[in-house]
């Protein structure tokens, strides 16, 4: 009786021991996910070899193609100083991927953990992360990354941090109560019962188990990263010129959307279809895992 | 229950004090002087030392650090924070003045987030048409993914000026306040949605309702009736998470549709080091923070009967 | 493939949209440029003389700044200087055109030979709006507090720069005021008509006695001006309606008797795309801090835009003497040659904006025109400059100097929408001839925290200031004043004496001859010789207006003065 009780207790493990062509060819049946995986892996390109992407300079404008319109030359226009906005959207990934890479990580790391262990522990453990976690949560997350910002100074690095930090909070309440949930499922009191310590019992049930909320949430960080940046480059608190960014080339083309509307909307396009195919992803990732 | 309460209680306030002393503390690290940003910067140099050390005397920067912050902590707990240092108007009057704009907006944003949320999950877990339920489930991630400021100005760009359905800007009455909540509510009602559509879906496929199913309910009956009651329990873990989205969104939306508010005045304050000011909102902010979870905290274990019982037997590990 | 449909569903929209925003931005680029083409670049700074007034009317205006106090004696950006102007007068006014002082509230004034005396006669029928007179007394008391502040009241002493030496204001009767310096300020006259930042305006006696808090409910701020306040929502919009009564506005302006107005809504609108968007729907009347691509297409439509360069300095690029690598004069002077203007103009400047010839900007007495001598480009000459100081290129095309790279730090400030895109016009051709220019252009109030620290950690510093008068060179870059090149001990190569008494000479006379010989030296000094500043272009103070809105004008600072605007449709 107990042990398929045991094997009942790890539904999360079937999926991710599949073979690779059996996942080819269920990527197959599914075209948006290819298509997903195709703008991202794309985009991560862009990031690595910018230069295999086009032969545009991302700094250096022609001042007679000054806010061109998306042609065939210049497929995003150019923006004010002639310089080619797809060059400039290529070349940006790079700075925009690195520095959601490092937001979500400060956040996803440091915050799971910190859910983990309170959710977990519980007592005066649990009592003195969440607290901490409640006073970064109570200041606006937005709030917050504008102070830091002006405490470090403007580079991508110092905001990505700034908005790394200001996610941490919510990582951590999430994962908590997700823990809190799992330990009350009967697999967790199966697996007490077969005599499992502490230890094995958070790391084989526990953390696969709750993980797959923080994992969306995670999902929705990377565009929550991008978008905050963005936002801060809104608020006057931009990546140094002439570094191309994505937040940043939206929120700078936004004063000539009147006009030049693409100035905006095509950086704006590119970032929208790289958070929806990130969040396709992980949302087809967490199906397999829960089949 | 009495001392449970009281333990929540003291730990909220807890929080608002740190959220007081942290913001002091981050204010100071600061490496601007909040003397220098009373003047323009083009005369800056040209400002005599006296000249500034007579300003600094007279908001009390000269004093030490510890001793401004005790007396601007004494103050505070007796509800006064101060004048703020750009206007010097009184904090809570200014406080006052614009919380009520703010509060319109957020709530009108958060009902139309939750209306729209629910409505996701409803659909995606209650429709047998796979396509729909791929694209109804996308739709959280598309609404995270646009850029608020970006949203908003394409919004008054069809909705103000081409169509000329609504004001672009400011307070007149029911019909200004249309696209700043819907332009605030995108981006609240993703990550609910979000959440939502996979609690329901997991819900839909716990050992409840199939308890239910096999009793012969109807499908719209078990939503309803199980999966509604059950799934909002998560929900309720992001409302904090909720009111940061609201504040951070109002302070770009109260910008671009020149509103007053909370949002657009506290950005002024950090920008300005307006050190009490950021203060009095800060401790406005983080109160309705713990207040919020304060009422989880209270009924999170009403919702969630698994919990209760948990609660009350003690949880497994004991064992 | 059912995700692949709904993705496309999802992509529709955007799509559909796409093409027609773009159909009409084309149409309206050709209706433009066909208009510009057949109208001219022309526009006056007063658009009066479109028939006879017509009383009354409110005038919806909106700007990207507001007012943080209604105190008009207070405030550093251009909402509060501009309403502050409505609401209060000057002592005198400067002509717009020829600088000239010339009456307002003082009829008349004198002057002693060490300009350390000036005696203004007062009108002797101005009252404030609460009914009290403006004399002498008023003036002493206005002036006392504008200096010194007041602690108790929590005044801060907004025009101790503007006046420096202020001694103290006599009243031998009751219309006479002479205001007294201990040592010679020839620039006081014009500050006695300033109506820019921390301005000079009169308030009520009631009113002075006032603490800051107090003066934040608008109705018991008192002045004499045109307008007075009827409310004030920070961050939204301030309401003036119009003063009963008046009948004492600048002669030079022309106006007799009250403001044409009614009411004037100065709208607080952050967004360049929903000022600009509220004028075309017609939902404001009125918008300054237009955004240079928006110009074009305004005109087009039919609305009229004004303009009017900032008299003072141009946007300057200040040099740190002491910094490396901006110690270096090759380096002060590559820089200086080293952008392309025509660039700038046609990439980044539009008809209203101007790039800059002098340090001064062309409005002010005494400036000069460098275009042809140091202020041209010539990439050729920057980069031998450079070669001859011992730069020699390095592999990354940026230059080298006993192993240390020609890196120049600049911190700017991103209020004017042009700043940006021009500083990154001028970095790029600066990279080109191996300097590397690192941008660092950040809000304002971050900008005055830096320039705190600019003198170890900035070799320049990028901005403007508004002052109508030669001597704003010796406010600025007198060593014993605003010193914005840092000068001192270790400013290789620089006579300091030299320079403080070069500039400080414009403080000491009043004789158009003279004043212009020394201004011309000092522009000498700044730009030529020891080259401490590389001026950009010149900004401007852009309306876009309906074609009904007439009379705003733009006085000698740039500020606009209401008191003469009325509406064709009287509504």
């Known amino acids: 009786m107990t042990v398929p009780l045991d094997t009942l207790a790890a539904p999360a493990r079937r999926g991710s021991a599949r073979p690779l062509l059996g996942r080819l060819g269920g990527l197959a049946r599914q075209p948006v996910l290819m298509v997903s995986w195709i703008i991202v892996l794309v985009v991560i390109g862009w990031a690595v070899a910018p230069r295999l992407f086009t032969s545009y300079s991302p700094y250096e404008g022609d001042s007679a193609a000054s806010f061109a319109p998306p042609s065939v030359e210049h497929w995003f226009g150019t923006d004010r100083l002639g310089r080619d906005l797809f ?45 901490l976690v409640d006073v970064f949560l109570a200041i606006p997350s937005l709030l917050l990354a504008m102070v830091v910002v002006s405490v470090l100074g403007y580079s991508t690095q110092n905001i990505a941090l700034a908005v790394g930090i200001s996610s941490i909070a919510s990582f951590a309440r999430v994962m908590r109560a997700e823990v809190l949930a799992v330990v009350t499922q009967d697999y967790v009191r199966a697996a007490y019962g077969l005599g499992r310590g502490r230890l094995g019992v958070m790391l084989r049930h526990v953390v696969p188990n709750s993980l797959s909320s923080v994992v969306a949430l995670a999902a929705l ?52 279809l790289v958070v929806v195919a990130a969040h396709r992803i992980s949302t087809s990732y967490r199906k397999e895992h829960r089949r | 229950m009495l001392r449970y309460l009281a333990l929540k209680a003291g730990r909220a306030l807890f929080v608002v004090w740190a959220a007081f002393t942290l913001t002091f503390v981050l204010l100071f690290v600061l490496p601007a002087n909040p003397v220098d940003l009373l003047f323009d910067p083009a005369e800056l140099n040209t400002v005599t030392p006296e000249v500034r050390a007579q300003v600094a005397e007279s908001y009390g920067f000269n004093k030490p650090v510890v001793l401004q912050y005790l007396a601007r902590l004494g103050h505070a707990l007796t509800g006064d924070f101060g004048n703020s240092v750009q206007s010097g108007r009184s904090v809570t009057a200014t406080i006052l003045d614009v919380l009520p704009s703010t509060l319109v907006l957020a709530s009108g944003a958060l009902v139309l987030a939750l209306l ?64 700043p909540v819907i332009t605030l509510a995108i981006p609240v009602a993703g990550p609910i949605a979000q959440l939502l559509v996979r609690s329901f879906a997991t819900e839909f496929r716990s050992g409840y309702v199939t308890t239910s199913w096999a009793k012969g309910a109807t499908r719209s009956g078990i939503i309803v009736r199980d999966v509604f009651r059950n799934a909002g329990l998560p929900a309720l873990t992001i409302a904090g998470i909720t009111f940061g989205n609201l504040i951070a969104g109002s302070v770009i939306t109260e910008t671009v549709f020149a509103r007053q508010g909370i949002g657009r005045m506290t950005q002024a304050a950090i920008n300005t080091l307006d050190v009490p000011l950021v203060q009095g909102v800060v401790v406005l902010v983080a109160a309705s923070f713990a207040l919020i979870n304060l009422i989880v905290d209270l009924i999170y274990p009403l919702l969630d009967p698994r919990l209760r019982a948990a609660l009350a037997v003690g949880s497994p590990r004991a064992a | 493939m059912s995700d692949l449909r709904s993705s496309i569903e999802r992509a529709a929209p955007r799509r559909k949209k796409w093409p027609w925003v773009a159909g009409v931005v ?94 203004f006669h007062l009108r002797t029928d101005v009252t404030f709006s609460d009914g009290t007179p403006f004399d002498s007394a008023v003036v002493k008391a206005n002036f006392d507090q504008y200096v010194h502040g007041d602690q108790k009241l929590g005044i801060l002493p907004n025009g101790a720069t503007l006046l420096p ?122 918008t300054l801090d237009v955004g240079t691509t928006d110009e074009k297409s305004l005109a087009g439509q039919g609305f009229q835009i004004i303009h009017r360069a900032v008299s003072g300095t141009s946007i300057f690029f200040n040099f740190n003497s002491r910094l490396f690598p901006t110690n270096d004069i090759a380096v002060r002077k590559a820089i200086q040659l080293g952008w392309n203007r025509e660039a700038l103009r046609k990439t980044v400047l539009t008809d209203s904006y101007s790039v800059a010839t002098s340090v001064l900007g062309p409005s002010v007495f005494g400036y000069a025109d460098y275009s042809g001598s140091v202020l041209r480009y010539d990439p050729e000459k920057a980069e031998q400059l450079l070669e001859k100081a011992g730069w020699t290129k390095g592999p990354d095309g940026i230059r080298v100097k006993d192993g240390k790279k020609l890196v120049v730090k600049l911190l700017g400030i991103n209020n004017l929408v042009v700043n940006k895109p021009a500083y990154e016009s001028i970095q790029q051709d600066l990279k080109k001839i191996g300097v590397d220019l690192q941008l660092t252009v950040v809000p304002i109030p971050d900008y005055t925290a830096n320039v705190a620290k600019a003198k170890t950690d900035w070799n320049i510093t990028a901005a403007n200031r508004s002052r109508n008068d030669p001597a704003v060179l010796n406010l600025q870059y007198s060593p014993l004043l605003g010193n914005g090149s840092y000068l001192g001990k270790d400013s290789t190569g620089v006579d300091v004496d030299e320079v403080t008494k070069t500039l400080g000479r414009l403080e000491l006379t009043l004789d158009p001859t003279e004043r212009r010989q020394y201004a011309k030296a000092a522009q000498d000094l700044l730009l030529d010789k020891y080259a401490l500043v590389n001026p950009v272009y010149n900004p401007s103070q852009v309306i876009a207006q309906a074609k009904y809105v007439h009379g705003i004008v733009f006085d000698a600072q740039s500020r606009n003065h209401f008191v003469n605007a009325w509406k064709s449709n009287g509504r």
Do not use: C
């Open chain 1, 87 to 131: 060059a400039r959207t290529v070349y940006g990934a790079h700075t925009t991927l690195t520095a959601t890479l490092l937001a979500v990580l400060i956040a996803f790391g440091i915050g799971t953990v910190a859910g983990l262990i309170a959710g977990f522990s519980g007592g005066i453990v649990d009592t003195a992360v969440m607290r």
């Open chain 1, 221 to 272: 960080e990377v565009g929550t990263a991008v978008l905050a940046v963005a936002s801060l480059g809104f608020l006057g608190y931009g990546a140094p010129p002439p570094q191309p960014e994505w937040g940043l080339l939206v929120a700078e083309g936004r004063d000539y959307v009147a006009t030049h509307p693409w100035a905006a909307i095509m950086p704006g396009l590119a970032l929208a």
């Open chain 2, 116 to 179: 729209v949320a629910f409505a996701i999950a409803l659909v995606a877990t209650s429709t047998r048409r796979p396509w729909v339920r791929n694209l109804v489930e996308a739709l959280p991630s598309g609404a995270v993914s646009v850029p608020v400021f970006l949203s908003g100005i394409l919004m008054l760009q069809i909705f103000s000026f081409q169509l000329g359905w609504f004001p672009a800007f400011g307070d007149r009455g029911v019909k200004s306040l249309v696209l």
């Open chain 3, 26 to 119: 084309a149409v309206l680029l050709i209706a433009a440029s066909g208009f510009t083409l057949t109208r001219g670049g022309g526009s006056g700074d007063q658009a009066a003389g479109d028939g006879e007034p017509v009383r009354g009317g409110t005038l919806q205006f909106a700007l990207i700044d507001y007012q943080r106090s209604p105190d008009p004696q207070w405030g550093t950006n251009y909402a509060e200087s501009l309403i502050g102007n409505n609401i209060t007068d000057k002592l005198t006014w400067q002509d717009p055109d020829t600088g000239r002082i010339t009456p307002w509230l003082a009829r008349s004034w004198e002057y002693n030979k060490d300009l350390t005396e000036f005696t």
């Open chain 3, 165 to 286: 030496g202020y001694v103290e204001t006599r009243t031998p009767d009751r219309y006479t005021a002479v205001i007294r310096f201990d040592k010679p300020l020839a620039s006081f006259l014009q500050a006695s008509s300033f109506t820019a930042n921390a301005q000079p305006g009169f308030l009520s006696l009631s009113t002075l006695k006032l603490s800051a808090e107090q003066r934040t409910d608008p109705t018991k701020v008192i002045g004499t001006g045109p307008f007075v306040y009827q409310s004030w929502k920070p961050q939204v919009s301030t309401v003036l309606v119009r003063r009963k009564g008046y009948n004492w506005s600048p002669p030079a302006l022309k106006h007799k008797g009250e403001a044409y107005l009614d009411k004037i809504v100065f709208n607080t609108i952050p967004e360049a795309s929903v000022r600009t968007g509220s004028l075309e729907s017609g939902a404001i009347d009125a």
